[in-house]
């Protein structure tokens, strides 16, 4: 019903930046929160940044003062400017969206990228 399409990951040397997007489509009636997670082999996903439809935001402390997350509302789509980018960073990312269906009914799903590769060389 709701589909959420990552692109904008890749390899990239350490200092260096990437720009993620995430566009969702489909029976979209609002969409709440927004956000972005990551996940590096042998860990488990962790929240990067999430931001709601009204534009507060969330970071993780370890992105802070490098990431920064911006919503179209009228286009459906998050993004996340990655500056500054470490080693540590390397992982795929997912974004997801809290939405409403246009369906009649009130109640918010969680939707999920299908994750797209972020490789920072040292």
């Known amino acids: 019903q709701v589909q959420l399409v990552e692109s904008g990951g890749g390899l990239v040397q350490a200092g260096g930046s990437l720009r993620l997007s995430c566009a969702a489509s489909?029976?979209?009636?609002?969409?709440?929160?927004m956000g972005w997670y990551r996940q590096a082999p042998g860990k488990q996903r962790e929240l990067v940044v999430a931001?709601?439809?009204?534009?507060?935001?969330n970071y993780a402390d370890s992105v802070k003062g490098r990431f920064t997350i911006s919503r179209d509302n009228a286009k459906n789509t998050v993004y996340l400017q990655m500056n500054s980018l470490k080693p540590e960073d390397t992982a795929v990312y997912y974004c997801n969206a809290d939405v409403r269906l246009n369906n009649g009914g009130s109640y918010v799903y969680r939707y999920w990228g299908q994750g797209t590769q972020v490789t920072v060389s040292s």
């Open positions: 931001i709601t439809s009204g534009g507060s935001t």
């Open positions: 489909g029976s979209i009636f609002s969409i709440n929160a």
